[in-house]
């Protein structure tokens, strides 16, 4: 089930948002790993049942029970995301929810994956993971990630955002020494290659998996 929060002044200082919480328990007092969701830029607005069009939200309004928190902000009509935002967000979530500061794993699609990029490489220690589909980021930057272990996707035929943009970043990373898998769809498009991606179970299985090193300085913190 997706219920809706906000965090800080939405449109201004923060987002509205959609959780998700697992019908299970981590069992032992164990806490729950935290996916951060990042939409493309059909579903920004103040509507916020777009956020479920695409992707994990996607998923959990199909009826799936994810076993993760899956946090999925709203960015506002004709702006870009925050990274300021989503870093207030962050630690909004972790001082919110049962969710474990060493197990939080950002992922985006398209405008978002761009976001995800930017997010992991400003707070390269936050994270336990990244997962992108379509979007590029800043390769000059990529070395501040080569300690997390990274996913991209991207489908072949995309003629909205070019698979170069993606391909550049897994270079970066790979001649940075970082951990990277590419995954390309060759007969896939812009929106397909989310359909494909966020329906994969090996992606499934690194979002709920992912471990922070426990060598890696860790912020957010709780409180």
């Known amino acids: ?40 830029s059909d579903e920004r607005g103040d509507a916020l049942a777009r956020v479920s069009r695409h992707g994990l939200p996607r998923l959990v309004a199909d009826g799936r029970d994810l076993p993760f928190v899956l946090l999925a902000p709203q960015c506002p009509a004709g702006r870009r995301w925050s990274v300021r935002a989503l870093s207030a967000l962050l630690q909004h979530a972790l001082a919110t929810f ?18 995800a990029w930017a997010l992991a490489m400003y707070h390269p220690t936050w994270f336990a993971g990244l997962a992108t589909v379509c979007g590029g980021g800043a390769p000059s930057r990529a070395g501040r990630l080569r300690h997390l272990p990274c996913r991209v996707y991207h489908g072949a035929l995309d003629t909205q955002v070019p698979l ?19 995954v390309i769809y060759p007969d896939a498009g812009h929106a397909e290659a989310w359909r494909r991606a966020y329906a994969d179970p090996d992606l499934l299985a690194f979002l709920a998996s992912a471990h922070r090193p426990p060598t890696v300085a860790s912020r957010p913190t709780r409180g």
Not at 98 to 115: I, N
């Open 164 to 182: 170069a943009d993606s391909q550049a970043m897994v270079d970066a990373l790979t001649a940075a020494g970082g951990d990277v898998r590419f």
């Open 1 to 40: 089930m997706l219920r809706e929060g906000t965090c800080g002044i939405p449109g201004k200082t923060g987002y509205r948002y959609l959780v998700h919480r697992p019908g299970t328990s981590p069992g032992h007092g164990g806490a729950l790993p935290l996916v951060l969701f990042l939409h493309g």
């Open 98 to 115: 049962p969710v474990a500061p060493d197990r939080v794993v950002v992922t985006g699609l398209s405008l978002g994956a761009e976001a």
